[in-house]
């Protein structure tokens, strides 16, 4: 099921995550244009801290559809029973054929007399790896989460100074990482769109100006040859 405008529609019609501690969740949105137009989208949340959303912004050809991934940052405990009150909003309105995807303009949301902007909102969903999510499961949960806590206290009460600043490291290290990954990753979306729309502009342009290069040596060299005096025996 999903939720639908004069614009575009968007499945599902609620974030699913499957949650865990300590790992990071994904969950894809599908974006469709259901009108002859070039239509602008962007995605909001109320917790931008908590969710890595890739693309959060873009345009969809007439008729044609796009794929959003949202990653919920790795959590450090559950949720009060399950429950998330986090929020997405979707916005979108129609754009010029010739808006680049990349460069979308900062006021084309911006909500004007002339402008119609649809909007759409969507509630997540936090599930269980086992796929239960009633009681029992929530507060074995919490047990182990409880027991688990109090086992890593009482290594850290026994670990000396130089042992704990390592694990402290160890964890921001791998923090940068994950960060490095994902800023990767948003370079390499940013590179395959621009290589689809203007690889074959710059393939174009690329050889013309080696052509015309390689044409400027031959004329410098024959002007130089048919320039050079002849040799007088």
């Not at 890595?52 to 959003?68: E, G, H, K, L």
């Not at 599930?127 to 919490?142: A, F, K, N």
């Not at 850290?156 to 800023?183: C, F, G, P, V, Y």
Request: proline share 5%; hydrophobic share 35%.
């Amino acid at each position: 099921m999903g939720v639908g405008g004069t614009l575009i529609s968007v499945y599902p019609e609620e974030l699913t995550f499957l949650f865990e501690l300590d790992k990071p969740c994904y969950c894809n949105l599908k974006v469709v244009n259901n009108s002859e137009h070039h239509v602008a989208f962007k995605v909001k949340t109320t917790s931008p801290r908590k969710y890595f959303v890739r693309p959060n912004a873009s345009i969809v050809q007439p008729w044609d559809s796009c794929t959003i991934t949202i990653t919920l940052q790795a959590q450090k405990e559950y949720p009060p029973d399950m429950q998330c009150k986090d929020k997405f909003l979707i916005q979108s309105t129609k754009v010029a054929a010739s808006t680049d995807m990349d460069e979308i303009p900062p006021d084309t949301f911006n909500k004007e007399a002339d402008k119609v902007i649809e909007e759409m909102k969507l509630k997540v969903v936090y599930t269980l790896p086992s796929g239960g999510s009633d009681d029992s499961s929530v507060s074995s949960l919490g047990s182990r989460s409880f027991k688990a806590a109090s086992d890593d206290l009482t290594m850290l009460k026994n670990a000396s100074i130089e042992e704990i600043q390592t694990i402290q490291r160890l964890k921001d290290e791998r923090d940068n990482m994950l960060q490095q990954n994902q800023q990767m990753q948003r370079e390499l979306d940013v590179l395959r769109r621009r290589r689809s729309r203007k690889g074959d502009t710059g393939f174009s342009l690329t050889f013309a100006a080696f052509a015309g290069l390689i044409g400027v040596l031959v004329g410098l060299m024959m002007s130089l040859i048919f320039s050079s005096p002849p040799s007088t025996a």
